[in-house]
């Protein structure tokens, strides 16, 4: 699902630019060096994560074993390195793969990984976020006009203002063994879910005024976004009290985040290739 929103976010990037008018294989050569280049990320982030993914009872295949660390790590260079090489086929691009895979390195790697902080692994996380969105409009020839600036800025900000503390929300127990300093970890979940709820207001209201003051096509994206946002307040303060909960249930507002962020880039995508019937 992570893989598929980044693919998402390029995507919407793309279309905000070509409004379905792009060249074909540089778009498609486009697509595989930006799912490359995020599956280096995730890789990166699994390699270094496995003492905190082994104390949380993840599921991912390093920390379960199916995939080994030095595969893995082989892996990571390999696929990093076709993302950059790709990349050279479609003009403008190379430059914001470079910067996705530095920081998809600098959110995982010793000595100061930015997941180790819930500030720093905000502003990474928007990085990711907004480079995807940019890398999409390059992709197609051009940049990001003042409607893909709105909203690539809106749905980033929910990624590090929402996600980035929400992810956290489950997995706080093996976080703090594995050193990290998150609010969760540092504050507990009470005030986590605050921060996240506070944060999902602030942007779904925020997005809609964005919208209406400067982009109004991006109310395509916006609504679902502001409807997903209070599914996730109330979310958070139905399980408020439930502080014995399974990992699942503690992981639920993070699955609310990712529905919310689906359904809006999706949406924004549709408005963008048919008008006509959004």
């Not at 093996?174 to 998150?182: E, H, K």
């Not at 599914?231 to 985040?257: K, N, P």
Request: charged share 10%; aromatic share 8%.
């Amino acid at each position: 699902m992570v893989q598929i929103v980044f693919l998402l976010r390029f995507a919407v990037g793309a279309a905000f630019v070509s409004q379905g008018q792009a060249d074909g294989p540089h778009l498609a050569a486009g697509v595989l060096v930006w799912w490359l280049a995020v599956v280096a990320a995730y890789l990166v982030n699994g390699v270094l994560d496995v003492k905190e993914d082994r104390a949380n009872g993840s599921a991912r295949p390093i920390a379960r074993g199916d995939l080994p660390e030095r595969t893995a790590a082989l892996l990571t260079a390999a696929v990093a390195a076709g993302s950059l090489l790709l990349s050279l086929y479609v003009p403008g691009l190379t430059p914001w793969v470079a910067l996705f895979l530095l920081l998809g390195w600098l959110y995982s790697a010793p000595p100061f990984p930015a997941k180790r902080w819930s500030s720093t692994c905000a502003v990474v996380v928007f990085g990711l976020g907004w480079t995807s969105f940019a890398a999409g409009a390059a992709t197609t020839g051009g940049t990001l006009s003042p409607a893909g600036l709105v909203f690539a800025t809106v749905m980033s900000a929910w990624m590090a203002l929402v996600g980035a503390v929400v992810k956290d929300l489950g997995d706080a127990e093996g976080d703090a063994v594995g050193g990290r300093r998150t609010v969760a970890v540092r504050h507990g979940a009470g005030r986590a879910r605050a921060v996240a709820a506070a944060g999902a207001l602030l942007v779904g209201a925020g997005g809609v005024l964005a919208a209406l003051v400067w982009a109004p096509l991006t109310l395509a994206g916006a609504v679902p976004l502001a409807v997903g946002a209070g599914c996730l307040v109330v979310q958070i303060v139905r399980t408020a009290g439930d502080t014995g909960g399974d990992r699942e249930t503690r992981r639920s507002a993070y699955r609310v985040f990712m529905r919310t962020q689906f359904a809006a880039n999706a949406a924004m995508l549709l408005a963008l290739l048919l008008p006509g019937l959004v």
